[in-house]
């Protein structure tokens, strides 16, 4: 639960910066001032170079701005250690040790000239090719990394995530009237604009080939409805909230799985359209929030390949990870592959450790992100 109206708000923030990744500068000086951090960044590790480039960042000189871009960035802890747990916040003191640091030429040529004392750091994503992070750095009146502000940074790393990932999902800055219809009408998922009550205000065309099709969604009386009732239940508590803000929907979760009657699977996402940037786009339809859906499969034939050296997966993980993908567990997995299901349950666990994950329905996801979100 966020409690403070300050974390909240930021909630409402980072959201806005799916539509306007210009404002991440804005956020992220909001949310260094509610950790008591002198500085953060959006940070990106390149696995190969084993270097951190700063993609955003707040309260940074640009002396010390330029110098972590020509040599810096691949000298401090983050660059230096393995570092790419999900499931934690790191501070420096877990990425090597305290004494090791202050001895260090990024210590003592970049950090300490800045008054920084530690760093703590949150995963956003990973992959074969290196990890994202999200980082704050304090200075030495502020003290050490605190449990208090594990527990801040911890509250906003899931919604920093998902903004990320929308955002490089949808792919545009500003939700203008004048060219929102026709952009979304470009987008090969589809898109309704709904109302608090579920009513259809705006459907884009791939959309309305869904409700022509009147499988998995269908529009009754205006609203629309999920053929499974489990999931028309989990849409309409979803578009209620709506009406709480960000934070309502995005600790209850916006990702919702669909399923078509001839077994082919769709994962749709909840987007409010109540708060920020984002009201433009509501006011413009009387929208609450936006429902994109998409099927969970592989548009492109080279995507295949393209996971599978992204993520380093042998001939057999890649496999079975298109047939969880288009057949659902590990039985029927085993029994069309015509292996064990023990051998299935392996590579899954693979699978789960290769690219991050911990459940099949992360791993379907994760296939979708890989398709064109553009129609050809």
Known sequence: MIEDPRLSRLVTDIYDTALDPALWSGVLASMAGTMNAQAGALLSKDASRKSVDATCHTGLEPHFERTYADTYGKLGPVATSAFCDTDRIASIPELMPYDEFCRSCFYREWAKPQGWADIAVGVLEKSASGCAYLGFARNE???????????????????????????????????????????????????????????????????????DAADFLRAT????????????????????????????????????????????????????????????????????????????????????????????????????????????????VADALGVADTTVKTHLSRLFEKTGTGRQADLVKLVAGFSMPLAS
């Not at 999920?226 to 979760?253: E, H, K, S």
């Not at 992204?310 to 057949?327: D, G, K, M, Q, S």
């Open 221 to 332: 009386c205006g609203r629309l409805a999920a053929g499974d009732p489990q999931a028309d239940q989990t849409l309409r508590d979803a578009l209620a909230a709506t009406g709480n803000g960000d934070a309502a929907i995005g600790v209850r979760g916006i990702a919702l799985p669909l399923i078509a009657h001839d077994g082919v699977r769709h994962v749709a996402h909840v987007l409010p359209l109540m708060s920020g940037a984002r009201r433009a786009a509501g006011k413009t339809y009387t929208a609450t929030a936006a429902l994109f859906v998409r099927k969970a499969a592989l548009a492109p034939p080279s995507t295949p390949d393209v996971i599978g050296k992204t993520y380093n997966l042998t001939p057999a993980e890649l496999r079975v990870l298109l047939a969880i993908v288009e057949i659902g567990g590990v039985p029927e």
């Open 141 to 211: 009146s502020a003290g050490m990394v605190d449990d208090d502000m594990r527990r801040r940074l911890s509250l906003v790393l899931p919604h920093v995530r998902r903004a990320v990932l929308v955002s490089k999902a949808i792919e545009f800055k500003q939700a203008e009237a004048a060219a929102f219809a026709d952009m979304l009408d470009g987008l090969s998922a589809g898109l309704f604009l709904l109302d608090a009550g579920g009513r259809v205000v705006h459907a884009n065309a791939a959309a309305n080939e869904i409700l």
